[in-house]
């Protein structure tokens, strides 16, 4: 997928809850890419309903990854409610979200 005339791999977090129970799988997909030379990055939130605390936490950790290979970022299509808790905690601010 093209973002501001970069190619970015897009990953689906297909788990409606992103969390302490499915941390590790999100881990494993992001650093295969990353290893695999992807340093572009956009996660397709559009199936995520509830995000806790691990799941930031998560998110965090993968983009600071992204970043140590001097990569980039997307948060897609993330609804209302998800958008919710990302404004609650600031964290709207840090991250770069594309409809």
Known sequence: MIIEGKEFKVIP????DLGLS???EMKKKTEEEL???????????????TINSSG??????ILNRVKAKNGSLKMLNADDRIMKIFTITKLDLIFDFKA
């Open 56 to 61: 930031l936490g998560v998110l965090i950790g």
């Open 22 to 24: 499915n941390m590790n």
């Open 13 to 16: 977090v297909s788990d409606e």
């Open 35 to 49: 290893n695999s030379g992807n340093v572009c990055l956009a996660l397709d939130l559009s199936g995520l309903t």
